[in-house]
């Protein structure tokens, strides 16, 4: 099965960047979702097909995939950003996630 | 609105069988594949089962597979998740989650989710 990792935990100022990796073999031919959630609510979709964000999500987040890592990358982050974010693919009739990062706001 | 309820969890000793339902309302159901998403407690999020739009393409995960069916009534904008042979690794808050694209498989991403309903496995 196709695994994707993802580091535990990023912290961050606000009004910094954030960068959130997922790594995975040959990542970068395949679509990439990230999912945004906070404590007690349903996951949200932030970014899909690599670097898509669906209506409604701010501009600040953005995404890429290349090689063997794809990237969230949350521009002036807010106290409102700090949640888990998950990513996950399409793989061989399967949808895998990431482990989550868990995003702190400093 | 756009809207996923789902119900049926509850409490079940292990070996026994639960059925899942998710309500979907506010969109064109049968446009859409479905999907059941399930995180146990203080864990991540793991993908259990999805269903093509058409109910002509299913998959499964490999820790469900042979256990779980996966189904869907377009009449009743309706999907369920039929659950035998539970286990308490099988304890989770399971999610209904609609994927992105209209009529496409493999699935692209899911867009809209339910609050979830919990399965307990306990004796």
């Known amino acids: 099965s196709y695994v994707l990792t993802q580091p535990p935990s990023v912290s961050v100022a606000p009004g910094q960047t954030a960068r959130i990796t997922c790594g995975g073999n040959?990542?970068?031919?395949?679509?990439v979702h990230w999912y945004q959630q906070k404590p007690g609510q349903a996951p949200v979709l932030v970014v899909y097909?690599?670097?898509d964000r669906p209506s409604g999500i701010p501009e600040r987040f953005s995404g890429s995939n290349s090689g063997n890592t794809a990237t969230l990358t949350i521009s002036r982050v807010e106290a409102g950003d700090e949640a888990d974010y998950y990513c996950?693919?399409?793989?061989?009739?399967?949808?895998?996630f990431g482990g989550g990062t868990k995003l702190t706001v400093l | 609105e756009v809207q996923l309820v789902e119900s049926g969890g509850g409490l079940v000793q292990p070996g026994r069988s639960l059925r899942l339902s998710c309500a979907a309302s506010?969109?064109?159901?049968?446009?859409?594949?479905m999907h059941w998403v399930r995180q146990a407690p203080g864990k991540g999020l793991e993908w259990v089962s999805g269903?093509?739009?058409?109910?002509?393409?299913?998959g499964y995960a490999d820790s469900v597979k042979g256990r779980f069916t996966i189904s869907r009534d377009n009449a009743k904008n309706s999907l369920y998740l039929q659950m035998n042979s539970l286990r308490a690794e099988d304890t989770a808050l399971y999610y209904c989650?609609?994927?992105?694209?209209?009529?496409?498989?493999?699935?692209?991403?899911?867009?809209?989710w339910g609050q979830g309903t919990m399965v307990t496995v306990s004796s």
């Open positions: 996950q693919v399409w793989d061989s009739s399967s949808a895998p």
């Open positions: 506010g969109f064109t159901f049968d446009d859409y594949a």
């Open positions: 989650a609609k994927d992105f694209g209209s009529s496409s498989w493999p699935p692209i991403a899911f867009d809209i």
């Open positions: 097909d690599d670097s």
């Open positions: 269903i093509s739009w058409n109910s002509g393409s299913i």
């Open positions: 040959n990542i970068g031919s395949k679509s």
